[in-house]
Each structure stands twice: as structure tokens, then as C-alpha cells.
């Protein structure tokens, strides 16, 4: 989150790349984060843009905000998977 924001405030752009970028289970956490640019093998992109294009940013921000600062791995768990289901 720190260097997705620190680079939005700098006019560079960041991008995740590979499986974490693939994963629809962290699509919309990346999203709330701020990130815009996602590099994925071809099979995973229809998935990961399915994804992004049914999510809401005005619910999704809130909600990654509350992963951000907890500190329990069950609680960041839930949280994502709260996400999921918006």
C-alpha cells in the first residue's frame, strides 16, 4: 500500500506482476489499495477483469483500510474475504 500511494503522489505508475497480480481471491484488496496496473499470464485475465469490473471502489476503499491496520492474520484473512463477497 505504501509504495502504491507513494507512487501516485509521484505520477509514477506501479504495477503487480505474476500470481499475486492472477489471484481473484486479492483482486479487489490490490484495487482498494490503489493499484491500477495488473500483469497476469493470458489465462487469469478474464477472471481478474471480471472481477474488477463488478467491484465497487466507494465499498471496496473503507474496507481495505480496516485490513490495513489490523495486525492478527485471522483478522486480515476475514477481511479479505469480506471483500469478496461485495
Request: with cysteine; net charge positive; proline share 3%.
Amino acid at each position: 500500500h505504501t509504495t502504491i500511494t507513494a507512487s501516485a503522489e509521484a505520477g509514477v505508475p506501479v504495477a503487480v506482476c505474476g500470481k499475486v497480480a492472477g489471484d481473484t481471491k486479492l483482486t479487489r484488496l490490490l484495487l482498494g489499495m490503489g493499484l491500477r496496473e495488473f500483469s497476469m499470464h493470458p489465462a487469469q485475465l478474464l477472471s481478474v477483469k471480471q472481477e474488477i469490473l463488478n467491484s465497487d471502489l466507494d465499498q471496496i476503499e473503507p474496507h481495505v483500510k480496516k485490513i490495513l491496520k489490523a495486525f492478527e492474520s485471522a483478522a486480515i484473512k476475514e477481511g479479505v474475504e469480506r471483500l469478496r463477497a461485495l
